[in-house]
């Protein structure tokens, strides 16, 4: 009984198995209409790149373009209903009405503000992509034109001596909107110069820099000159008035008059020093019979220390006189 009913089921599974081979099962069968259907066609809509921010744009004035790429990487056409975009920003685009699969197109956008501050926009494409409409996010600041500023606005540098030179310092600033390049310095005027800038000097919103404005004058007289800084600001050459006056050295001297010996003398020599006591050094050539000497070889400023000695008719000179002392005014 057992082994009978065993090669009963046998039998069983056998023709299930010859049945399938031979015919088919339904199961089977659903399988393989599923697979001879095929895909589905469908565009798809790719961007690139999805988010943008301009660079600061002065306002009323129109930016470079930035470009953008919608392509096309389904296996059907995408049809386009629009291409809309907000926030201060403007668009043009070789797009058309529809991409066939596999083609792209260019959108480009450009900035221009009319006010000053942060803007952010939106560029959208509507399509029969999944996903529609596509975006891409947009940013930038509007800001007003940068102007310099100068501190002080003009120099006076008074009564100089010739031969010397004096300077003033000047702070320029560039208290907002756009970045300022300073391309060039000049200047005007016998005797003025500048030093410490050096172009081309760029200045941030709100950065200074700080340089110097000499005067040298060469002769005497008034000079009124100025100093100019070109640059891509609002106003384009900044000008710093100038004004001086070279005069000439002050003229010193120092005269010394003594009495004259009692005992005949061939003359006197005179002596000076820098230092009180001496050591002294001879200011006459020979002895002179003048109870006068006139020092014209003095410094503005400077103290002097003056003795004489007398010469007798034998050429013996006798020892130094009494100390006098002479300072120099410093103008």
């Known amino acids: 009984m057992l082994v009978g009913t065993h090669h009963r089921w046998f039998f069983a599974v056998l023709c299930i198995l010859m049945c399938a081979m031979l015919f088919g099962c339904g199961t089977a069968k659903s399988s ?33 373009a930035a ?29 058309g009405s529809s991409l066939v699969a596999g083609a792209n197109c260019t959108i480009k956008v450009a900035f221009t503000p009319t006010t000053a501050g942060n803007y952010t926009g939106t560029l959208s494409i509507a399509d029969n992509a999944a996903g529609s409409p596509q975006q891409i ?12 500023v100068d501190s002080p606005t003009g120099i006076s540098f008074g009564s100089l001596t010739v031969g010397q030179t004096a300077s003033r ?28 800038i050096s172009t081309p000097l760029v200045l ?4 200074s820099s700080t340089f110097n404005v000499t005067f040298a004058p060469s002769s005497a ?10 640059n891509n600001g609002s106003v384009t050459s900044v000008t710093i008035p100038v004004t001086g006056t070279g005069t000439t050295a002050a003229s010193h001297e120092v005269v ?8 005949a003398v061939l003359g006197y020599n005179t002596y000076r020093s820098t230092v009180s006591g001496g050591p002294y050094a001879k200011l006459t050539a020979s002895p002179s019979p003048a109870t006068i000497y006139d020092d014209q070889n003095v410094q503005a400023g400077d103290t002097y220390y003056y003795v004489v000695t007398s010469v007798g008719t034998d050429s013996v000179e006798s020892g130094y006189s009494n100390q006098a002392s002479a300072t120099v005014p410093s103008s």
């Open 221 to 230: 007289g008034a000079v009124s000159g100025n100093v100019y800084l070109t």
């Open 32 to 64: 393989i209409a599923s697979q001879s259907s095929g895909s589905t066609s469908a565009p798809t809509a790719t961007l690139s790149p999805t988010s943008y921010t301009f660079s600061s744009q002065v306002l009323n004035s129109t930016s470079t």
């Open 204 to 207: 941030s919103q709100n950065q």
């Open 137 to 148: 996010a947009l940013s930038g600041a509007g800001v007003s034109i940068g102007q310099l």
């Open 169 to 196: 310092s000047v702070t320029i600033t560039n208290p907002g909107g756009q970045t300022i390049s300073i391309t060039s310095v000049s200047t005007s005027g016998a005797g003025v110069g500048v030093t410490g």
């Open 256 to 263: 010394l008059e003594w009495t004259a010996s009692s005992s």
């Open 67 to 95: 470009a953008f790429t919608l392509t096309n990487d389904g296996n059907a056409s995408l049809t386009l209903s629009s291409i809309g975009i907000s926030g201060g920003f403007a668009q043009t685009n070789t797009c």
